[in-house]
């Protein structure tokens, strides 16, 4: 996918300016705090449990590569394959590579960020390969051409309006006095065009939310069902995971699947929790003939021991978005990449670079909200300043910004001259405003008036004050 | 732990340490203005000086103060942020506390400072000066042990908890305890009282339009509470808050805590009142 990370100051106007995503983002962030805080509020050891799989993450992360060797191994001994993959092209390759040699004209796919990240599915269709997503948002999105909003919702940004739109115009075949105004209805109608489609597929694709060392079982949850579907039915099923997904044993996953659903959807658990290991057994009633995972480095294993080491603990539950007043404003596309909210500010330019994705960890108020939510507790605003930081050694940051802060910058360090050149300024812009106090307009303050008026400062600054005070106090104990 | 108030590294509650022995003696507080006061609003100062003598403490007001150094901190400026650190801790040296009206600069010198001089000789002196540094209203309620104040306010007031307060500090009952005590008051709470209000330092100016868009779900926030005005415990949040009431023409009135706190509101609210 290509990176429009450095328009994210323009793409973020027209969000704010698009009353319809404006509408579509007003609904989703009410439900998803609410629904959070009343599944958190539920379970007393909640806090316990973030703890607990910050705990499980932070040991794996200490001991990747065994643990990754150890996964291998059992997925190896169930009778599956896996394809080390260094870059999103090595990624793409080996799934080329599956498909043709099971002479794959058609695959499924189940929601994955990864093959978002690794832009499968423009890949696939160039090299003659028709992917069709089966997650109910996925499926609406690849319809318009579009890319997810969201890492756990991908059409969040849409209203049901214009999905009904949407499958009026592809779904030719559709009667035209079909109710298509409910999303049980547009459910029901992606359901009937979808179903085919998994049985005509020779390879199914999903994700993973975790890879467990201990079995080489690869685990996803989902709430449609279209998981199961993509994973059992085509002979072939290929799953694509970044290394930072494996957990040691079964009994982790499933104390890190407690607080991803609550944090995710405010659900206790989501509705499947799929578990495959290797490819069919003898005896087996179902299930795939092949059974390939592909493991992604990407960049990740050069984030390890550095200040964004901390990032691969997260388990991708939206719960940082869900919260962020930034993404709340823009909606996920304007983040111009595959991963959105402060997740997304964070990890974003660990992986694309932050010469590239340089606003994302700047257009943070850092009011730490994502951070209190998060269940693995990771520091996403500590790490967007460090990003910041990298940025100013590399005087990444634009002259203009540079320049001001060096102005302050020389003073605040000098307070002597700071109090000299304040006890001048501050009184002057007080006179300035005469009766009115407020600033409508001000020089070099364009981006403060552009929206809400500056107040005035009330008159002298407090020190020049508090030195009057004292000295009359001092004069009146002398006397 | 609730999403209000977070649990990770960075943004624990404080934990207060009870006072060493209980001396007779008044304790020696050295006031951290901010800049912000100290430029914009010294009312808020004077408030401050008045709630801690109140309380029975000494209040000084170092001059070798200037800014916590947050602007540079947040814009990646290491060296800045850390020359400055240095200068606030050597200008409060002496005081038994440290004391500033506002969360996120007395985050910044408590929470803040420790990591930022990691690794070098300052290290041990942030971490026992991050012991000594309160934020005004919680300093109050929370080492003090100030369970009211003598204040009258006619009138509905509405709270915004200002993130860093909120997140970094563990401020949330402490104002609201104080401001129950106040004679004629109403506290109507606004929805969402602990959302952002857009302001974040330097990118309500590096990103207005978006800073626009969440300061305006704040003002429709506060005018729903249908308050006369609106209290917050850092000045950012509220002349920010304040500047779009004001361009959108609202009758709320916008204060510091503090003021009300303190009795002293028959200065004109920020920006001289409303229209």
């Not at chain 1, 909200?369 to 269940?375: G, N, Q, W």
């Not at chain 1, 600033?439 to 008026?453: E, I, K, N, V």
């Not at chain 2, 007001?61 to 916590?68: D, E, G, H, K, L």
């Not at chain 2, 709270?159 to 109507?188: A, F, M, N, T, W």
Request: aromatic content about 6%.
């Amino acid at each position: 996918m290509e990176i429009q990370s450095p328009q994210f100051r323009e793409k973020a106007r027209k969000a704010i300016a698009d009353e319809q995503l404006q509408r579509a983002m007003g609904k989703a962030k009410i439900g998803f705090v609410g629904k959070r805080k009343k599944a958190v509020d539920a379970l007393p050891e909640f806090e316990d449990l973030r703890s607990s799989a910050r705990a499980i993450k932070d040991h794996t992360l200490e001991h990747l590569d065994l643990y990754l060797e150890a996964y291998e191994r059992k997925v190896i001994a169930s009778g599956g394959q896996v394809h080390w993959a260094e870059t999103a092209e090595d990624a793409r390759q080996a799934v080329l590579g599956i498909c043709r040699a099971a002479g794959a004209r058609t695959v499924t796919k189940g929601k994955s960020m990864i093959t978002e990240e690794i832009a499968l599915n423009d890949f696939l269709e160039k090299e003659g390969v028709r992917p069709v997503e089966t997650d109910l948002g996925e499926y609406i999105i690849q319809l318009r051409g579009e890319h997810p909003s969201h890492i756990i919702g991908p059409a969040l940004h849409l209203n049901k309006e214009q999905v009904e739109e949407d499958f009026r115009r592809v779904h030719t075949e559709l009667p035209a006095g079909r109710d298509l105004s409910q999303p049980e209805s547009l459910l029901g109608e992606a359901r009937h065009i979808l179903r085919p489609q998994y049985f005509q597929a020779d390879v199914g694709i999903t994700g993973a939310n975790f890879l467990v060392a201990e079995t080489g079982t690869s685990i996803i949850v989902t709430n449609e069902g279209n998981g199961d579907l993509t994973q059992t039915l085509p002979r072939v099923h290929i799953v694509v995971a970044s290394i930072e997904k494996v957990v040691p044993t079964l009994e982790d996953a499933s104390q890190i699947l407690r607080v991803l659903a609550r944090s995710a959807t405010g659900q206790d658990m989501s509705v499947y929790t799929t578990l495959s290991t290797g490819p069919r057994r003898p005896g087996d009633p179902d299930g795939p003939d092949e059974y390939h995972v592909i493991l992604l480095d990407n960049g990740r294993s050069s984030m390890l021991g550095t200040e964004f080491h901390e990032m691969l603990r997260c388990i991708r539950c939206g719960a940082c978005m869900n919260h962020c007043p930034v993404y709340h404003a823009v909606g996920g596309h304007a983040y111009g990449w595959v991963y959105p909210g402060p997740m997304g500010s964070v990890l974003t330019p660990s992986l694309v670079g932050v010469d590239k994705a340089g606003h994302l960890p700047n257009a943070s108020t850092f009011c730490g909200r994502c951070e209190s939510v998060c269940p693995m507790q990771i520091p996403l605003p500590r790490m967007m300043r460090h990003w910041r930081e990298r940025e100013f050694e590399r005087g990444l940051n634009p002259a203009t910004q540079r320049f001001g802060l060096g102005f302050w910058a020389f003073f605040a360090r000098r307070p002597g001259l700071y109090r000299l050149a304040t006890s001048m300024a501050i009184p002057a812009l007080s006179g300035l405003a005469g009766r009115e106090r407020w600033f409508r307009s001000l020089p070099f303050a364009g981006g403060w008036t552009r929206h809400r008026d500056l107040p005035a400062p009330e008159s002298r600054t407090f020190m020049q004050q508090w030195r009057d005070r004292e000295a009359l106090k001092q004069r009146g104990k002398m006397a | 732990m609730s999403e209000r108030t977070g649990s990770a590294e960075n943004f624990k509650p404080a934990k207060e340490e009870p006072l060493k022995e209980e001396s007779t003696s008044p304790k020696r507080v050295g006031l951290f203005v901010t800049c912000l006061v100290d430029l914009f609003r010294p009312s808020v100062g004077f408030a401050a000086v008045k709630l801690l003598e109140e309380a029975g403490c000494t209040v000084e007001v170092p001059m070798a103060q200037t800014c916590c150094g947050q602007p540079a901190y947040n814009s990646g400026d290491r060296e800045d942020a850390a020359a400055i650190a240095r200068q606030t801790m050597e200008a409060f040296e002496e005081f038994d506390y440290v004391v500033a009206p506002s969360g996120s600069c007395a985050g910044m010198l408590k929470k803040h400072y420790p990591s930022l001089l990691k690794g070098t000789p300052f290290e041990a002196r942030a971490e026992a000066f991050s012991g000594r540094v309160h934020e005004l209203v919680s300093f109050l309620v929370d080492v003090l042990g100030v369970t009211g104040v003598p204040a009258r306010h006619e009138g509905s007031v509405t709270y915004h908890d200002s993130c860093s307060g909120l997140r970094e500090l563990g401020i949330e009952k402490q104002p609201r305890k104080l401001l129950s005590s106040v004679e004629g008051l109403e506290l109507r709470e606004m929805q969402n009282s602990d959302v952002c209000c857009g302001f974040g330092g330097t990118f309500c100016v590096k990103y207005p339009d978006i800073s626009n868009k969440i300061v305006e779900e704040k003002t429709a926030s506060i005018e729903k509470a249908g308050a006369a005005t609106l209290l917050a415990g850092d000045l950012g949040c509220l002349m920010n808050m304040a500047g779009k009431l004001h361009r959108q023409g609202s009758s709320v009135e916008v204060r510091h805590v503090a003021e009300v706190l303190a009795g002293m509101t028959d200065k004109p609210a920020i920006g001289g009142g409303g229209r």
